[in-house]
């Protein structure tokens, strides 16, 4: 094949996908910040969320977080241990996931040992004293994903 045409070829292509867990059934995927605007409509419903991927659970794989490049909000997104695996190297990945809009309200000792678990699994120091308050937060429990490789 001559130079100009595969680079036509492997232009046209569409990038690679890494396709974890069930597949996607979801029709649209909406951006981290449309949910995080108003989540509580969503809240324990089935939805798809696009983002690019920051941070993945060093540890499992067990989580990911999203975030939306225009607003630069994050949302998690988990998995019960050994359904899907997130892969180490998805950091700077656009993904989308699908799974169910979960609301956590944390008291200030739990949003504390839930910053110090992050850091340990992240291998980052945590000062307890930077956890002032409660949190409420948001997260997909995902059943899958798909990863622009």
Same mark, same amino acid.
């Given at each position: 094949?001559? !130079?100009?045409?595969?680079?036509? +070829?492997?232009?046209?292509? !569409?990038?690679?996908?890494?396709?974890?867990?069930?597949? +996607?059934?979801?029709?649209?995927?909406? @951006?981290? @910040?449309? *949910?995080?605007?108003? !989540?509580?409509?969503?809240?324990?419903?089935?939805?798809?969320?696009?983002?690019?991927?920051?941070?993945?659970?060093?540890?499992?794989?067990?989580?990911?977080?999203? *975030? /939306?490049? *225009?607003?630069?909000?994050?949302?998690?997104?988990?998995?019960? /241990?050994?359904?899907?695996?997130?892969?180490?190297? &998805?950091?700077?990945?656009? &993904?989308?996931?699908?799974?169910?809009?979960?609301? +956590?309200?944390? @008291?200030?000792?739990?949003?504390?040992?839930?910053?110090? %678990?992050?850091?340990?699994?992240?291998?980052?120091?945590? /000062? !307890? &004293?930077?956890?002032?308050?409660?949190? *409420?937060?948001? %997260?997909?429990?995902?059943?899958?994903?798909?990863?622009?490789?």
């Amino acid at each position: 094949m001559k !130079p100009v045409a595969s680079l036509l +070829l492997a232009i046209m292509m !569409p990038a690679a996908e890494l396709k974890l867990g069930k597949p +996607l059934a979801g029709k649209e995927a909406l @951006s981290v @910040s449309a *949910v995080l605007a108003k !989540p509580e409509p969503y809240t324990g419903r089935t939805l798809q969320v696009k983002g690019r991927v920051t941070e993945v659970c060093q540890r499992m794989g067990c989580w990911m977080s999203l *975030v /939306d490049p *225009v607003t630069n909000q994050s949302l998690r997104i988990q998995v019960n /241990d050994g359904e899907i695996r997130f892969p180490r190297d &998805a950091p700077g990945k656009m &993904a989308i996931a699908e799974g169910k809009l979960m609301k +956590l309200e944390l @008291s200030r000792r739990q949003a504390a040992d839930r910053a110090r %678990h992050e850091a340990e699994e992240q291998g980052r120091t945590f /000062d !307890p &004293a930077a956890v002032k308050k409660g949190a *409420v937060l948001y %997260h997909i429990q995902a059943t899958g994903a798909v990863l622009q490789q």
